[in-house]
């Protein structure tokens, strides 16, 4: 999924970083609200990892998780 579609639907998509990152609270979702660079902030911050960390969980995401329809 690319971080496009992740902010352009936040609300859709946000409960789906909570299954990958159980340590998320809804406060953090909310507080993320989209932006890739708050995420790895808020990663950094729950699972004392660094920014590098944090960029490389992400983009494993990325490549991993597809909306429900897309093709991979």
């Given at each position: 999924m690319n971080w496009?579609e992740?902010?352009?639907?936040?609300?859709?998509?946000?409960?789906t970083?909570?299954?990958w990152?159980?340590?998320?609270?809804?406060?953090d979702?909310?507080?993320i609200a989209?932006?890739r660079?708050?995420?790895a902030?808020?990663l950094?911050?729950?699972?004392g990892?660094d920014?590098t960390?944090?960029?490389?969980?992400?983009?494993?995401?990325?490549?991993?998780?597809?909306?429900?329809?897309a093709?991979k």
């Open positions: 496009t992740m902010h352009s639907d936040w609300d859709e998509c946000a409960p970083l909570a299954t990152w159980p340590r998320l609270t809804e406060a979702l909310q507080q989209g932006s660079g708050k995420l902030e808020v950094s911050e729950r699972y990892i920014a960390e944090a960029d490389r969980q992400i983009c494993a995401y990325e490549k991993e998780v597809r909306r429900p329809g093709v």
